[in-house]
């Protein structure tokens, strides 16, 4: 699903998530049978996320990741890590490892590396609050936008292992065939906006600075008092 015609660029990730949350509001078909719950991917996915969870009425949380880059190149990604509760999944990029021929100690020792980086991230966004329960639940991942689908496809794989109903990803920014190629992993892909051609997630947005961790923790505490 996409938003056509109506939008060229958002002011800002709250924008983005409020249109994001009106699309994933009239796509969700049972949200009685199978209740919702969204999760966010820090850092830039949580502001978004906290719009959509209100749009669906949803519980909100976080999704931790990490891209696995490549030494040298990190904004290249050879793989990316995910953790929800004791659950922790591993995608490889298969493309970017053979071309550039990537030892698999290299790669261990990148992935070790963001595995502390998780674990900071884990205590510090969730403290001692156990991980949400996601079995027999429509679960909705969202991001601030989708470029190569390494970060979410490791996201979305550490969900299906906690048996959720129904796995749907949503971002207000996309590239088409990388949503196209998530779909055969997910239930739904939800996307408001593909620019073309696509370059980088920051094409559909004004203003893209980095999300802090404060701010992160500001969308949680108020998710928590609703």
């Known amino acids: 699903m996409h938003l056509r015609g109506r939008v060229e660029r958002f002011a800002d990730r709250v924008e983005a998530g ?12 049972d949200p009685i049978a199978s209740p919702a719950v969204v999760l966010g991917l820090p ?95 429509t679960v909705i991942v969202v991001d601030d936008g989708l470029a190569t689908g390494s970060t979410m496809r490791a996201a979305a ?19 088409t065939d990388t949503c196209a190629r998530l779909r055969a992993e997910v239930d739904d892909v939800i996307c408001a906006l593909s620019p073309h051609p696509f370059r980088a997630v920051h094409q559909g947005y004004d203003d893209f600075t980095q999300t802090t961790d404060g701010q992160v923790l500001a969308c949680l505490a108020y998710d928590r008092r609703g």
């Open 18 to 29: 409020r249109s994001l949350g009106a699309l994933v509001a009239a796509r969700l078909v």
């Open 43 to 137: 850092r830039g996915g949580v502001p978004v996320a906290a719009e959509v969870a209100r749009a669906v009425n949803a519980p909100l949380d976080v999704l931790l990741v990490r891209k696995i880059g490549v030494p040298g190149q990190p904004e290249l990604a050879m793989g990316a890590v995910a953790a929800i509760g004791d659950v922790v999944e591993v995608v490889k990029n298969e493309v970017v490892v053979g071309r550039l021929r990537i030892p698999d100690q290299v790669f261990r020792a990148v992935l070790d590396e963001e595995l502390v980086e998780l674990r900071r991230r884990t205590v510090a966004y969730r403290g001692d609050r156990p991980a949400p329960d996601l079995a027999g639940r």
């Open 157 to 175: 794989a550490a969900v299906r292992r906690r048996k959720p109903a129904a796995v749907i990803v949503a971002v207000p920014v996309g590239a």
